[in-house]
Structures are given as C-alpha cells and as structure tokens.
C-alpha cells in the first residue's frame, strides 16, 4: 500500500467509528456485518511546462456494505461527512456526479471520489 491507500484507510477508520476498512480486497476469514471498501480506479499527475507539480488526482470507489437499510445509511452518512470535510489529510476529495448506486437487496452503497493530495 502506499501513503494514499494508508491514509483514505485511517481516515474512514477513524471518521467512521472503527468501521472495519478494506483497500480492494475482502479478508478470507470472513466479514464484519458493516464495513467499507475502496479501490483506485485510476492515477494522475498534474504536470506543467515548468515540471511536475507534484498535485495528484485519483479516482476512488468507496463501498459501504451495512446489514440492514439503517446501519447502511448511517454507514453511508459518515463515509460522505468524513471525505467532505477533511482538509488536513488530503487537498479535496470530489464525488464524480452520476456515480451513486441506489442501495439494493444487499444493502450495499457505492461512490466514486476524485482525491486530490500531494505525497
């Protein structure tokens, strides 16, 4: 994992209540009844004619997995409020329009972020 993936982790971890994080994959041993997982999608780097700018955007999928309609909403809840409102970890985290997915039958809750940070 590198500083970014550790980072988005202790964030949602601490921004959540101890929610159990995972960074793309599920541990074998099995799930807790509500957690979240995110996973880059993409990487880039702004770059200048004057060289890099050392500002970089990536695209994020956040899941919030809950075991009923409520805890997944308030999972839901607190996953938006911590990644809108922090400033000190990250420069901005961005949800892309268009990209929620309406809680189904599995109480599962998707959304992608565009974070921008300097490493």
Same mark, same amino acid.
């Given at each position: 994992?590198?500083?970014? &993936?550790? *980072?988005?982790?202790?964030? %949602? =971890? ?8 995972? &960074? =793309?994959? +599920?541990? @074998? ?10 996973? /880059?999608? @993409? ?11 050392? %500002?970089?955007?990536? /695209?994020?999928? #956040?899941?919030?997995?809950?075991? *009923?309609?409520?805890? +997944?909403?308030? +999972? #839901?809840? $607190?996953? =938006?409020? *911590? %990644? ?5 970890? &990250?420069? +901005? ?5 268009? @990209?929620? =997915? $309406? ?17």
């Amino acid at each position: 994992m590198t500083d970014i &993936f550790a *980072t988005i982790k202790t964030v %949602l =971890e601490t921004g959540c209540g101890g929610i159990p994080v995972y &960074f =793309e994959n +599920l541990p @074998s041993s099995g799930t807790p009844t509500a957690y979240i997982r995110f996973r /880059r999608i @993409s990487a880039h780097e702004y770059i200048s004619h004057a060289g890099r700018s050392n %500002l970089h955007r990536d /695209r994020f999928q #956040v899941t919030c997995v809950g075991s *009923t309609h409520a805890i +997944l909403i308030a +999972l #839901v809840d $607190l996953m =938006e409020a *911590t %990644l809108y409102c922090n400033n000190t970890d &990250f420069k +901005l985290a961005y949800p892309l329009e268009g @990209s929620r =997915e $309406l809680p189904d039958g599995a109480m599962t809750y998707s959304k992608d972020f565009y974070i921008y940070y300097t490493p």
